[in-house]
């Protein structure tokens, strides 16, 4: 059985999560509690040495990073599929792949840390903190760029209108079919979606009510039976801070 180290509220775990339910593939769950440091771990840093979730475990092999991932599920198990079956389609999807990975995915990080993680870092000591950070295989320098009072309204600013860039292409290619990748519903659609979510409940989905076609495009991502399975309780309860 296919086994998954994914913590509710991470995006990149969801991201897993929606394809694991489209295909409807049993699996095992596995939860990494991040105040309790169970990412840092030694056991998991054997798994996965970037010390982040999600980790899938097929046949007692680790795959790591949510991207390669789905791509993973989508090569061992393509009898649903999403993914387009030519080569011109699959490129087309992996450009909006690579583009959500590089420009909305890092820039959500800036709001959705100031509204979880602050609250937490916030009771720690300098010390404490920058002890944790350096703790951090990937991320120390994101987190001493935060800080422990989180990041300052220029570093949010910017992360804002990255998260209005997307969503204005996203608008364009939703002009010429109802997934962003043409007919089907493909990873670009499952990349972008916790994004969209996560703005969702940080208060920002004001930044596409003037854009109907993504408008139409979430109201059917949260009708597709993925959606309600992949969004576990705990997966949108970012705190009071929020």
């Known amino acids: 059985m296919l086994e998954l180290y994914h913590s509710?509220?991470?995006?990149?775990?969801?991201k897993v999560r929606l394809v694991l339910a489209e295909k409807g593939l049993d699996w095992k769950s596995n939860l990494i509690?991040?105040?309790?440091?169970?990412?840092?771990?030694?056991?998991?840093?054997?798994?996965?040495?970037?010390?982040?979730?999600?980790?899938?475990i097929d046949d007692s092999d680790p795959i790591i990073d949510s991207s390669v991932i789905n791509e993973y599920l989508e090569d061992v198990y393509p009898e649903v599929p999403v993914r387009p079956r030519d080569a011109k389609g699959t490129a087309r999807m992996r450009a909006w792949r690579q583009f959500?990975?590089?420009v909305p995915t890092p820039a959500i990080r800036y709001p959705s840390f100031n509204a979880y993680f602050v609250p937490i870092w916030q009771k720690l000591s300098e010390e404490e903190f920058a002890a944790y950070a350096r703790r951090l295989p990937l991320r120390?320098?994101?987190?001493?760029?935060?800080?422990?009072?989180?990041?300052?309204?220029?570093?949010?600013?910017?992360?804002?209108?990255?998260l209005r860039q997307?969503?204005?292409?996203?608008?364009?290619?939703?002009?010429?079919?109802?997934?962003l990748a043409g007919d089907q519903?493909?990873?670009?659609?499952?990349?972008?979606t916790p994004t969209v979510?996560?703005?969702?409940?940080?208060?920002?989905?004001?930044m596409w009510s003037d854009l109907?076609?993504?408008?139409?495009?979430?109201?059917?991502?949260?009708?597709?039976?993925?959606?309600?399975?992949a969004y576990m309780p705990g997966s949108r309860d970012l705190g009071p801070s929020c």
């Open 8 to 14: 509710p509220i991470s995006t990149c775990s969801q």
């Open 33 to 56: 509690v991040f105040t309790r440091g169970d990412h840092l771990t030694e056991d998991y840093l054997k798994l996965n040495p970037n010390g982040v979730v999600p980790t899938l």
């Open 100 to 102: 959500i990975d590089e």
């Open 140 to 162: 120390k320098h994101f987190y001493g760029h935060m800080g422990r009072g989180g990041f300052d309204k220029q570093a949010i600013d910017e992360a804002l209108d990255k």
């Open 166 to 179: 997307t969503l204005e292409r996203m608008e364009k290619a939703l002009v010429t079919g109802p997934w």
């Open 185 to 192: 519903y493909t990873l670009a659609d499952v990349s972008i």
């Open 197 to 206: 979510v996560r703005m969702e409940d940080l208060g920002l989905g004001n």
């Open 212 to 229: 109907p076609g993504v408008t139409d495009w979430y109201r059917r991502i949260q009708a597709r039976p993925n959606f309600s399975t």
